[in-house]
């Protein structure tokens, strides 16, 4: 059966301070993935996806970028975090594009 | 632009109570719909997926319904239980873009 996997679960980070958020599949190969943000109060926001390796469509410009360096793992990074940063980042895939999403459990991240 | 639209954004019941929770999007072009749950802190759990060519899935105690020519889908809960408190949300894939939209959630609480 296939997982997905995404850590840390929490992270308190400096404003300024980089930032990498990871997340791996497992038991499928080729998988559409996502990066999420749901801030407080607020709904999902598609921040990039990717169906393939070194293919990455951003959806939102800011200082986040997203690397897929294999094909079941999805990175998410900054240089310099800014407070409004701050949320909850979910990393989800799917076979396909239309064909329903899996999420991960999610990373709770606070910019200090 | 699809926009996809959650009523009521919270919704408290007493144990037993059947329920329905209603999205509706702008868009009726859509290739499908997904219910999720998330609770506090959490990821998301998908819990039924609609194709566009579906008029409605079931999955234990849910019930999910679209009607696309109308841009509404609803979300059926029988005999609904403590443990069914959480945040409910729902996305469309399609209507002019490929990608899942999501609704801002119905956060529901069920009192024992």
């Known amino acids: 059966s296939q997982t997905i996997h995404q850590w840390p679960a929490t992270l308190v980070q400096p404003v300024g301070s980089p930032l990498s958020l990871e997340c791996t599949v497992e038991?499928?190969?080729?998988?559409?993935l996502y990066w999420y943000r749901q801030a407080a109060g607020r709904g999902l926001q598609l921040l990039f996806y990717?169906?393939?390796?070194?293919?990455i469509s951003s959806e939102v410009p800011q200082n986040l970028s997203a690397s897929r360096p294999q094909d079941r793992q999805f990175i998410l990074s900054s240089k310099k975090l800014l407070l409004s940063d701050s949320g909850f980042y979910l990393c989800a895939w799917g076979p396909g594009q239309a064909t329903g999403y899996t999420f991960g459990s999610g990373t709770r991240l606070t910019v200090v | 632009k699809q926009e996809v639209t959650q009523i009521p954004a919270a919704l408290s019941v007493p144990e037993g109570e059947n329920l329905v929770l209603n999205c509706s999007f702008t868009d009726s072009a859509i290739y499908n719909l997904q219910w999720f749950r998330q609770d506090p802190g959490k990821g998301l759990t998908s819990l039924l997926l609609?194709?566009?060519?579906?008029r409605e899935q079931t999955s234990g105690r849910l019930n999910a319904s679209l009607d696309k020519s109308s841009g509404r889908s609803t979300l059926y809960i029988a005999a609904s239980q403590p443990g069914d408190s959480a945040t409910y949300l729902c996305a469309v894939f399609g209507g002019g873009t490929y990608k899942y939209i999501f609704g801002t959630g119905t956060r529901l609480k069920v009192l024992a």
């Open positions: 038991g499928t190969s080729n998988p559409n």
């Open positions: 609609i194709q566009s060519s579906q």
């Open positions: 990717s169906v393939g390796i070194g293919q």
